[in-house]
């Protein structure tokens, strides 16, 4: 009985692991590896086991650093079923489509740049029919619901509040006589944020799988949040135009809609034209709507108050590109959601260009945004920007929102692992290696807990726990 980390060990993609226990193989998570080009050119490599070997895949959730090679591990081979949550499932006939679609036109752009080199053309990674096979072997359970996946292997699925669908995955192993409890953080969403609950706290396992994204880091308050975009709202108040809001379209598109929704007067919005540009958002929202019985107590108050989540008079879901494009013509008054979340591509690209030389035009960033992204040059005060070959000045007020974020923070997850009676040996996964290295101290020094860091391709043995116990 043993567990191997495939992916997202010392990195914060590609979240893949082997679990083998009495003769059969379980993968929890298959996921893309995203950054930089170096980086995934990796998602190439074989899989480090026979695909068709496996006995079924368990997907904590629906993003694509944990589901995105699930087509590429149909296309290898694997035959068996996908376990996950019932949202989970919805939400990647959306996102695994347009997996599908981005591979296809990033391997045509990368072809041209090959042919020019004199080398030979690369196939996409998979394709439409790879995702919808790979849909096609999907078997959604909702959560609380004790499954039994492959003789041996039962599953639970509870809430990780990370984005809807998400789950922390409890299993029960058995190999003749000897039983082990493994538990799977997946994602833990960060506490207190809009529309889902806060994640499930386990209280028993003999070894833990824990996220670290931001196990170095800790969220300001909340209220700190809430007042800087009151602040935002007043400052477009004073001089109006167009506002571009780039957001990722699961998850953070809808927490911006719901709090549009809930500050609706507040907020002076009855005034604007509000379009969630974006079809792939839509699509999300819908799922969003669709799982009503996942909201945390304040949503579903309002939801039941006022029969919706996020409905206003003046939303509207512009899908086609000449929707899109209809919106160019409004010079003051609209509200743009539209991806990509860091302006690397999507509709948002055209809304800048239209938009971003006006003065009265305000931009609000959302998230995080990494390295030589457009996302990062605004923030940090361009004065010009290149798109589509043209320089464009960029006149547009920034504002930017801190503490959205849907990762929990290093005290959400000592929470969260603090809460297991046993201070079972936990393995840290999907972190940034010095991230980690701060954690697992953390752990050890305040909890006493025996954590480790999980490294590619190293067993943990389930068979012998004791080796992995030490605190020092
Ligand atoms: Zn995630």
Redesign the pocket.
């Known amino acids: 009985m043993e567990i191997q980390s495939c992916g997202a060990a010392r990195e914060v993609t590609g979240?893949c692991h082997l679990i083998q226990v009495a003769g059969k193989k379980i993968l929890l998570d298959c996921g893309l590896i995203q950054g930089r080009a170096k980086d995934e050119a990796r998602n190439r490599d074989p899989f480090p086991f026979d695909a068709s070997k496996l006995d079924a895949v368990v997907l904590?959730?629906?993003?694509i650093?944990?589901s995105g090679r699930l087509p590429l591990l149909i296309k290898s081979g694997f035959t068996g079923p996908i376990y996950t949550h019932t949202a989970s499932a919805e939400l990647c006939t959306t996102l695994l489509k347009d997996s599908a679609y981005l591979n296809y036109k990033n391997t045509q752009w990368e072809n041209k740049r090959r042919q020019r080199k004199g080398k030979k053309p690369l196939q996409p990674l998979y394709d439409r029919d790879d995702a919808a096979k790979a849909l096609g072997q999907f078997k959604s359970i909702d959560y609380g619901q004790k499954t039994e996946i492959v003789p041996g292997v039962d599953i639970r699925l509870s809430d990780a509040g990370?984005?809807v669908g998400?789950s922390i995955v409890e299993l029960w192993l058995k190999e003749d006589k000897l039983q082990r409890k493994v538990v799977f953080s997946?994602?833990l969403g960060h506490r207190g944020t809009a529309i889902l609950k806060d994640f499930t706290m386990i209280d028993d396992a003999d070894l833990v799988l824990m996220e670290s994204t931001y196990g170095s880091r800790l969220h300001r308050p909340w209220q700190e949040t809430w007042d800087e975009i009151d602040q935002i709202a007043a400052d477009i108040r004073k001089k109006p135009g167009n506002v571009l809001i780039p957001a990722f379209s699961v998850?953070r598109t809808q927490n911006i809609l719901y709090m549009f929704a809930r500050n609706y007067e507040k907020w002076g919005l009855q005034k604007w034209q509000i379009f969630l540009d974006s079809p792939m958002a839509i699509e999300a929202t819908d799922i969003y709507l669709r799982h009503h019985k996942l909201y945390d107590k304040e949503a579903a108050q309002f939801w039941k108050d006022k029969g919706s989540l996020m409905g206003m008079p003046n939303l509207k879901f512009s899908r086609s590109s000449q929707d899109s494009m209809a919106i160019n013509k409004i010079q003051n008054g609209a509200i743009i959601i539209a991806g990509s979340g860091m302006m690397t591509g999507g509709r948002i690209k055209h809304h800048i260009k239209h938009n971003i030389w006006r003065s009265n035009c305000h931009l609000i960033v959302t998230g995080y945004q990494s390295h030589g992204t457009m996302g990062r040059k605004l923030v940090e005060g361009a004065k010009s920007i290149r798109l589509w070959g043209e320089r464009i000045r960029v006149k547009a007020k920034i504002h930017t929102i801190g503490g959205l974020s849907?990762?929990t923070d290093q005290k959400g997850l000592m929470d969260w692992y603090g809460n297991f009676k046993s201070r079972p040996p936990v393995f840290l996964v999907h972190g940034e290696a010095d991230t980690m290295e701060v954690l697992k101290a953390k752990l050890r020094g305040e909890l006493n807990a025996p954590a480790h860091i999980a490294r590619t391709g190293v067993t943990i043995d389930l068979n012998n726990l004791d080796q992995y116990k030490d605190t020092e």
Not at 60 to 63: N, Q
Request: hydrophobic share 20%.
């Open positions: 979240s904590s959730h629906a993003h650093d944990h990370h984005i998400s997946g994602d998850g849907a990762h």
